[in-house]
């Protein structure tokens, strides 16, 4: 296709060449500020550092049937299942994937209005889910997660076109200072940052020493926090982190003794369907990315 | 020697066997506590918690100074020089040793009256420097510490008799909740953890599959943790810690862009000077175990 059809796409990344900061080309709020159960204010507030943290969104008593949940996808998973990642060394579940669709308690989480009401109201459209999993961040021994862009990645291995999705993280166990909770850079999400690409000019240098594709550089992390600073919420099991799909994000190790076990769902508006992707690499699997794009409430949204 | 004319080791670790705790033989506080700048409450905090911190013991114009040498130091330290330890990948330098000794500003550091005579009041005794050095954990890529106790690693490999000897930690820059503070578990100096040995009953043991020795099992920890909790003092640059040898500390990894870079001084009393390790390796070079052992303050202590 000629560059006269075929917009170019603002969001190319791990190309050649160095790293790069452009402003964000799509806006943050897709929907009328007033559409949904959040108030002006939280969208704004959402519109300007690119999450929202709710205390105790969910009981005790829910979270604690979500942990019984968690515990029995982790039993039931068996090395080589689709979707589940097993640590080899220790043969610990790290991972399960897609449990909107395994499991009909994490579906009727998926579409619980708490959660999908507020994401329609900033994505201004009916939603699905592109990627559901369980996290199990170990006591002790759960390792760091370097700061990333989850959308960078989703648009180069996935062909997510544009940032119109929103992540959704519950804290099925506290979250505190010590247990490496999710980190923040508020305001990040306004900012593209090109990640260095496969062919770096100089194959030593320290920060691409591990290979680390669609990570952004060290230069990179220190401007958006020079601007934006760090914040790490925290609060009891059934707090419930939404992060816009561009901000900067990451996790220290976990020392203590308490687990950190997550659910994360991602959410995408019907209307920014995954396509081919936009790197040279073929489709993940659907169980990274999903490619049927059912609407995950029942309920329509009106617009 | 016969077991009738030497006395047992309470202290022995890395032996045969499971973990255990047993309580600590040794006192806390070794001196009289009205003998020194620390009021007694602040005597008895120390006895019961193992730790004390002191933001801004130095000013910002002296931490600068401290900095300043750091750096300087930093840079004319070459790959083999004793003491020297550089990062292969990044030929960063992560730590400068014995800095007590090549260092005239450091040397009055180390002899300050504001930490000297709070180390003495606690040991009850003249004391000199076991260990110095200043350590670099760097931005994004600072790696984490897991938990010991530093008495273990110098009665096992120094030879060090008892527990009798107090670290000083001062911040040379800022140590928040992102860069890889320092974290304590008060109370843990009060129970010795003998540590799984060379040889374990199961080498497929999670715990052990790094050769970890010296390193308490997650079962201890949890324990400790659970009886006192974690804490991770935070203050600005000039902040200084003063922490028991036997206490359990640790320290997440970096991934703020800030460095911290801390100087680090173990005071040993001179009634405890080291003999020939407990365990059954050559003793370590004397940059890591002084074995001269010359107060460190001209001012003699007067019991």
């Not at 075929?6 to 452009?22: F, L, N, V």
């Not at 080309?25 to 507030?45: H, K, M, R, S």
């Not at 099991?237 to 203590?256: D, P, Q």
């Not at 687990?259 to 019907?270: A, G, I, Q």
Request: include cysteine; charged fraction near 20%; hydrophobic fraction near 35%.
């Amino acid at each position: 296709m000629s560059s006269a059809t075929m917009p170019a796409d603002p969001y190319w990344s791990r190309q050649e060449g160095p790293w790069e900061a452009i402003d964000r080309a799509d806006p943050v709020i897709w929907g009328a500020a007033d559409n949904g159960p959040l108030t002006q204010a939280e969208v704004a507030d959402f519109e300007s550092n690119g999450f929202r943290y709710v205390k105790s969104l969910f009981s005790p008593e829910e979270n604690q049937t979500f942990l019984d949940e968690a515990s029995r996808l982790a039993q039931a998973a068996k090395p080589g299942d689709t979707g589940v990642i097993i640590e080899p060394a220790s043969r610990e579940v790290r991972s399960v994937f897609r449990i909107h669709q395994t499991s009909e308690l994490f579906a009727n989480v998926a579409s619980d209005p708490r959660i999908v009401n507020v994401v329609r109201q900033i994505l201004g459209s009916d939603v699905y889910i592109h990627q559901s999993r369980i996290n199990f961040k170990p006591a002790f021994d759960g390792k760091e997660f370097f700061w990333h862009s989850d959308f960078e990645t989703w648009h180069v291995e996935d062909g997510m076109p544009r940032m119109r999705a929103v992540s959704v993280s519950i804290g099925l166990t506290e979250n505190n200072e010590f247990n490496g909770p999710l980190m923040v850079v508020p305001g990040s999400h306004k900012t593209f940052i090109r990640c260095p690409g496969a062919t770096p000019e100089n194959h030593f240098e320290q920060s691409l020493k591990k290979q680390e594709y669609g990570v952004p550089t060290r230069e990179a992390m220190a401007m958006l926090v020079e601007q934006g600073g760090i914040v790490a919420p925290k609060g009891p099991a059934g707090s419930t982190l939404f992060f816009e799909c561009n901000i900067m994000h990451g996790s220290a190790g976990n020392l203590s003794p308490l687990p950190r076990t997550n659910l994360f769902m991602v959410y995408n508006s019907v209307e920014n369907a995954v396509t081919d992707p936009f790197g040279d690499r073929p489709a993940r699997p659907t169980y990274l990315a999903e490619r049927t794009f059912d609407p995950i409430s029942a309920t329509p949204f009106k617009k």
